[in-house]
């Protein structure tokens, strides 16, 4: 198997994680201002959705399917 089908493996295994999970949550935190000693930052939350697992699964067939050997 060559380099594609193996990046196509673990697609198939992250899309898989984040279906089996309904969405994988993350936190984002970022220093928005810095005005002298006043500091003000942000902190996003969000989801990555199913819909994305499954997006990875479908791209990861194709790239394993064209690794293939021949």
């Known amino acids: 198997m060559r380099t594609l089908g193996w990046i196509g493996v673990l697609l198939i295994a992250a899309g898989a994680i984040v279906v089996a999970m309904g969405g994988v ?39 394993v399917f064209a690794g293939r050997k021949r």
Do not use: F, H, Q
């Open 25 to 63: 949550r993350y936190t984002k935190s970022r220093s928005d201002v810095d005005v002298g000693p006043l500091k003000v930052s942000a902190v996003e939350r969000g989801v990555v959705p199913p819909i994305a697992g499954i997006a990875a699964i479908v791209v990861g067939a194709v790239l």
